[in-house]
């Protein structure tokens, strides 16, 4: 998936691109191994973390809190979760359409549990 194609699904959703392109490193002075894309939707915020081997990972943060650990049975997401405590989680995902569908799920998401939560 190119970095044209996962900024355009954030912002056909919604998204504000806090934090355009950028590499990362392992460590200061090492190579970049992946770019990092910073975002923010109304219910959740966090990272898009593109690896040059293609993998992608998208990293959420709640604005309510809870621990997304006791949540993660109930998430019918496309993607695999691969770490989940308090408020962050790691998604990976697999294409532009489970991206798309996760993060328009994840946003409804929240709203349910924040509307619930505030009854």
């Known amino acids: 998936m ?12 919604g998204a504000k691109v806090t934090k355009g392109w950028y ?26 973390h593109l690896r040059n081997d293609g993998d992608l990972y998208i990293h959420v943060i709640s604005k309510d809190v ?10 019918k997401l496309k993607g695999e979760i691969v ?13 532009e359409k489970s991206l798309e569908e996760d993060l328009k799920y994840l946003s409804s998401y929240l709203s349910s549990v924040k509307t619930s939560s505030s009854h």
Do not use: C, H, Q
């Open 66 to 75: 809870f621990n997304w650990k006791d949540k993660v049975k109930d998430l």
């Open 23 to 48: 590499p990362v490193s392992e460590r200061p002075g090492k190579e970049p191994f992946a770019k990092e894309l910073e975002y923010s939707f109304g219910n959740f915020w966090g990272k898009v």
């Open 83 to 95: 770490d989940a405590a308090g408020g962050l989680m790691w998604i990976k995902e697999e294409d």
């Open 2 to 13: 190119s970095e044209d194609a996962i900024f355009n699904v954030f912002t056909k959703l």
